[in-house]
Structures are given as C-alpha cells and as structure tokens.
C-alpha cells in the first residue's frame, strides 16, 4: 500500500538493506522480515503513553509497539516513559525498546530536551505536545479513533498518524476552516505481520474483548442459540467484560491474554472470528486472525470494512437474527472455504512492510 501523506510529504531516504529484520526477542518472534533500511543518522526518540506490553495489551499499545520496533530495527534509540503507576518499578526492554515504568524514573522533561522526536497517544497527547513544544522537540501524535479530542489534541503536531483512509478523511473534514492543524499526516495501517499470527484454525467461534462495546452481550446470546458449536470469549485490556446471566455450557472464556501469546492460545483454537463492535477506527485482531485464513464477521463500522475489504462478511449487532443466519451459512464447507480464501488474500494485502517504510521515513524528516 503507499501511505497517504495528506499534507505535507516529509523529505525520505530511500535506502534498502537487503538482509532480513533480526528477531530482538523469543517472545514476539518478530518476523525474519524484508529489512526496513537504515538510517542514515540515528535519532533520539522518546514515547510517554499511559500504558504498554506485554502487561498492557490492546490494539493501539501494539500498533505503536510495532511502530517504534520499525524505527529501532532503522538504528533509532527509542525510550518509552508510561505515565501510569503499575507495579512495575524497573524498566525493561521489549524488542529493543526501552520501557521505562512511573515509579522507576521521574525525569521525562529531560528525556523529551535531549530527544530529537517525541511521540505520543491517547491520554498522553496533549501533555506531552506542550512539553515538546517548550523544549523545541518535535512532536508526533498517532490517532487511533475519530474523536473530536483526538484531532484537537493533534492539531499542534508536526506529524499526525492516522490509522486507516477513512479517519484521515475524517481529520481532513474536521480541521477544514480550523486555524491549525498537524503540519503532516500519514496514514500507517496498524502493522500486522501475518508469520506472527498464522496457525491452522481451530473449532471455536471467538471473540476477543467481551466488553459490552465490542458485542459481549451479543456474544453469549449466539452461543445460547447455537448450542453445538463451541464458543471462545477472550476477556480484553479494558471496559468491564460481560458476564452471562446463566451457565451457556458450550461457552468458555480465557482471562486476558498477552498479544505475543494470542496465535497458540487463540487463534490456533478459533474457526470463525466475531467482531460486533459497535466503534472500530480499524480491528487489528481481525486481521491477526486473517493471517490464518479465518473468516471474520463484523458489523460495518467504515473503519472495519476497511480493514476487511473484499474478506468482509458483515451483519448488524443489533440483529440477532441476521448473525445466526450469517453463520449457519459461513460454517457450510463450500461457503467457509470460499471465505477463508479471501481472508488469506486480504492478509497478503495487508503486509505492513511499506507502511512501517513510510512512517520511519516520516519520523527522520521531522
């Protein structure tokens, strides 16, 4: 994919290593994947977020994981201040990113003077934006969600990372008429690498974060109606999970699993995977779950047909109905594997590799 730069186009090395990207850590067998290049000069990079794997594991703490990986396998020095207390108290090194938790250290105004970027998401935006700004730092927010806040809280930065087409249009229609806004975008689709992923399919149906939101309620009502297949609920980072009413003896949930650990402990188990969201900016575990060619069926939010394009089997949360048919008939032979087919086809399109180009290239001519 070539990533859209909807303002201004950063100036880019092109340079390409030929060898493969070295796996840094057993846990996250990270890809022997085409090399990402190399710098021409190594920066200073320091993230503050509230939160971050593997004790925090949700789709944006991965997607910008996967983001400063990107910039250390260039030859960056990337630091990671979280701004949360946890029970952590030493930092740690996750893929060659340094995390470095609330109570070890409190000198992160030090860290953003000396560092050559800065970046930032969610809670952490605004904060941090008028940190770097007073020491001359620039800055960069990744958004993940189309709030009115997030573009507000990013219309300071030097760079705006937009997770799929759609929210960067949507930015474009907020900021149009504004008296300021982010002085480049890039849209980097949150980077899956399908060899982390790819197992052989399993027999549950599954979903993943049983939070009212993401369709917990409606989860267990499927599984209630559909009594001969075997149902998997994976409890998620955040929002409070749903609880069924009474026993569904044909439903199981896994306590919360980290991300490095989701293809043997969930996909390897999963059939078809659900995704009734009622807000999805993208859906990172449809395309994990992709990689294995399983189906995924979801309820058509603009950034989930994005992210599912030709694969998309889709039918309304608020339709139990149309969910028991949708299945019934994806679980026939001929119908699944027809569907399987196109999820293996929409996980090749969606290999990172040019993103995660972009984006180093983006941060290095900041």
Not at 62 to 68: T, V
Not at 198 to 220: S, V
Not at 258 to 273: C, S
Request: proline share 7%; net charge neutral; aromatic share 8%.
């Amino acid at each position: 994919m070539t990533a859209e730069r909807a303002r201004r186009q950063p100036r880019a090395s092109r340079r390409r290593a030929e060898s493969g990207a070295s796996q840094t850590t057993a846990a996250s067998r990270r890809p022997r994947a085409r090399s990402l290049g190399v710098a021409d000069r190594p920066l200073r990079v320091v993230a503050r977020v509230h939160a971050y794997p593997p004790v925090h594991n949700a789709g944006a703490e991965w997607m910008l994981h996967s983001l400063l990986c990107a910039l250390v396998a260039r030859g960056h020095e990337v630091t990671v201040w979280l701004s949360r207390y946890s029970q952590l108290s030493e930092p740690y090194t996750l893929d060659g990113v340094r995390v470095v938790p609330f109570a070890a250290r409190l000198d992160i105004g030090a860290a953003v003077r000396r560092a050559d970027v800065a970046i930032s998401h969610l809670e952490n935006v605004p904060a941090l934006a008028a940190l770097a700004a007073g020491y001359g730092t620039r800055f960069v927010a990744v958004c993940h969600n189309t709030f009115p806040a997030t573009f507000r809280n990013a219309a300071t930065a030097a760079l705006a990372v937009y997770n799929s087409q759609w929210m960067a249009r949507e930015a474009e229609a907020y900021y149009a008429g504004r008296p300021s806004a982010p002085a480049a975008t890039l849209v980097v689709r949150p980077p899956v690498f399908a060899d982390n992923y790819r197992t052989t399919p399993g027999d549950a149906i599954t979903l993943i974060n049983c939070n009212a939101d993401k369709g917990g309620d409606l989860f267990w009502r499927i599984a209630e109606r559909m009594p001969d297949h075997q149902f998997l609920g994976v409890r998620g980072a955040y929002g409070q999970q749903v609880v069924p009413p009474r026993p569904v003896p044909n439903l199981v949930y896994l306590d919360h699993v980290p991300g490095h650990e989701m293809r043997d402990r969930v996909y390897a188990r999963t059939r078809v995977l659900l995704m009734p969201s009622r807000y999805e900016s993208w859906g990172r575990v449809g395309v994990e779950a992709m990689a294995s060619g399983i189906p995924v069926v979801a309820h058509p939010t603009p950034g989930i047909c994005e992210m599912l394009g030709d694969a998309a089997i889709l039918a309304d949360r608020d339709d139990l109905d149309a969910w028991l048919s949708t299945l019934e008939q994806l679980l026939r032979p001929t119908e699944y594997q027809s569907a399987s087919e196109r999820a293996l086809e929409r996980s090749a399109a969606l290999d990172p590799h040019d993103d995660l180009v972009a984006w180093c290239e983006a941060i290095e001519s900041l």
